[in-house]
């Protein structure tokens, strides 16, 4: 069914942004974060190689396996909604290791482990009979999804506005709004007449 069909931009500013306006916020980690500091910090002060650094070393691992396990969790819960809820789900297909050599925020994609969100979302899209289309994510962020004109913007502008036909709407919005797009097209398939894009706005999360 198109009319229930999602584009998702995987974001910065949130961890997902989808078509039809739906947004979900990173998990916040900064506590156990702040912990694995700690714990680092107290294993730089261990004699390496005593008995008390590899105690230490081993609090490390366990503080790491349970940050790992959190982003897992977050994201089985993500996906299972997302393949229970629509009949098929575009997402980008992300060059993740140039992303994480890119960005000034290298953590936060590596703690999205975005590869491994793609993966899962696949995995149940076989369980609950949802199709998932991975999309050429190239200017998708650029495009307009209203006109398809281009337009150049610096990760700062939250905002996208089309100098040529005017449509304004959230800058993550305009990107899943265009993933949607091109995985109508990789299916052959048009815009549903029911979603006009103009209506696609972010409205809550």
Same mark, same amino acid.
């Given at each position: ?18 078509? *039809?306006?739906?947004? #979900?916020?990173? %998990? @916040?980690?900064?506590?156990?974060? !702040? ?6 910090? +107290? ?43 629509? *009949?098929?789900?575009? #997402?980008?297909? %992300? @060059?993740?290791?140039?992303?994480? !050599? ?6 936060? +994609? ?57 449509? !304004? ?37």
């Amino acid at each position: 069914d198109a009319s229930n069909s999602v584009g998702i931009d995987l974001g910065i500013l949130n961890y997902i942004h989808t078509s *039809d306006g739906h947004t #979900v916020d990173w %998990l @916040d980690l900064e506590d156990d974060y !702040e912990r694995l500091r700690g714990e680092q910090r +107290k294993l730089s002060r261990k004699e390496k190689g005593s008995s008390n650094y590899e105690k230490q070393r081993l609090k490390v691992a366990k503080v790491k396996r349970h940050i790992k396990r959190k982003v897992l969790d977050y994201q089985h819960k993500i996906t299972t909604w997302l393949v229970r809820e629509y *009949d098929a789900v575009f #997402v980008e297909d %992300l @060059d993740v290791k140039g992303m994480l !050599e890119q960005s000034h925020n290298a953590r936060n +994609k590596q703690d999205a482990a975005w590869r491994q969100f793609i993966t899962l979302l696949e995995y149940k899209a076989d369980l609950y009979g949802c199709h998932v289309v991975q999309v050429e994510a190239r200017g998708t962020t650029k495009e307009c999804a209203s006109c398809g004109v281009e337009t150049a913007k610096p990760i700062w502008v939250r905002e996208h506005s089309c100098p040529s036909c005017g449509f !304004e709407t959230d800058r993550d919005a305009n990107a899943a709004m265009n993933v949607l797009q091109r995985g109508f097209s990789e299916l052959g398939l048009g815009w549903p007449e029911d979603t006009p894009v103009e209506t696609v706005t972010a409205t809550d999360t």
